[in-house]
């Protein structure tokens, strides 16, 4: 990443518009780097808790987000179209592309570093640290780092959405993945097959939600609205034999 460094001045030069967590549709400022390698290896895991990113679907399109776009963790699965800003910089600006990627990850402040000599990810900056396939797709290897435009963009998923039961007794820890439209989830409920009622869950880390209502044993119901509004109700979801670290994929999914 020495690029990066070395075209520091340059980039102080642009003068960064520090828009605000990207709420509408408007294209808005920010810049972006790369991390995790040519075959992304480096980005499965990730604070989101999506894990290996490959079997999760979402392949090499994803990004980390600085603090002023991850919102700890509510901004996990939203989806972002961008574009290389060529006006700001022909040289490392790929012409005539796009690309659009998950959040997947946070960047993480660097506050030994100023924000326009490689703090990118510091606040108050919007920045998209990308999988390297997802942003050589917009921007030249070399330049290490690129003003973008992006905006918030409706996710695309093959299939419905899936949830994980993790934790133990007393503490279900829920990961939620392969959510289309807004991607992020607003709130949460879990209901047990024996239990009329709905309890509320929380969100834990990521897109890892918790319940600490005693459920083994029972089949699970989740009810589940996203940022834009919309609820679904998988409705027995997970069977009653269900264990602890397994998947279950429903075949229900939100709208664009
Ligand atoms: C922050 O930046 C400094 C200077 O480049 C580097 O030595 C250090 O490892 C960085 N810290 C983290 C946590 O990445």
């Known amino acids: 990443m020495a690029g990066?460094?070395?075209?520091?001045?340059?980039?102080?030069?642009?003068?960064?518009?520090?828009?605000?967590?990207?709420?509408?549709?408007?294209?808005?400022?920010?810049?972006?780097?790369?991390?995790?390698?040519?075959d992304a290896s480096g980005t499965m895991g990730g604070a989101c808790g999506y894990g290996n990113l490959y079997a999760q679907g979402y392949g090499t399109r994803t990004t980390a987000l600085s603090t002023a776009l991850f919102g700890d963790g509510a901004s996990c699965g939203q989806c972002y179209k961008l574009v290389c800003d060529r006006k700001t910089d022909r040289t490392w600006c790929k012409p005539g592309v796009s690309v659009t990627v998950t959040a997947t990850n946070f960047c993480p402040p660097n506050w030994s570093i100023p924000s326009d000599r490689g703090g990118w990810c510091n606040p108050p900056r919007p920045h998209f640290d990308m999988a390297q396939p997802a942003w050589e797709k917009i921007g030249v290897y070399r330049g290490g780092i690129i003003p973008v435009i992006y905006k918030r963009v409706s996710c695309v998923k093959k299939g419905g959405v899936r949830f994980a039961v993790n934790g133990h007794d007393y503490f279900n820890l829920v990961l939620v993945t392969n959510v289309a439209g807004p991607g992020s989830i607003r709130a949460m409920d879990v209901r047990g097959s024996r239990s009329p009622d709905w309890m509320p869950m929380a969100r834990n880390w990521g897109a890892n939600w918790h319940?600490?209502?005693?459920?083994?044993?029972?089949?699970?119901?989740?009810?589940?609205?996203?940022?834009?509004?919309?609820?679904?109700?998988?409705?027995?979801?997970?069977?009653?034999?269900?264990?602890?670290?397994?998947s279950f994929a429903s075949n229900l999914q939100f709208k664009l």
Request: proline share 3%; with cysteine; hydrophobic share 50%.
């Open 4 to 38: 990066a460094y070395a075209r520091a001045a340059f980039v102080l030069a642009l003068g960064c518009a520090l828009a605000a967590v990207a709420a509408g549709q408007e294209w808005l400022r920010a810049h972006a780097t790369f991390y995790g390698g040519a």
């Open 211 to 246: 319940s600490l209502t005693y459920l083994t044993g029972q089949g699970l119901s989740f009810r589940v609205t996203v940022t834009d509004g919309q609820t679904i109700v998988f409705a027995n979801v997970v069977p009653p034999n269900w264990r602890f670290g397994q």
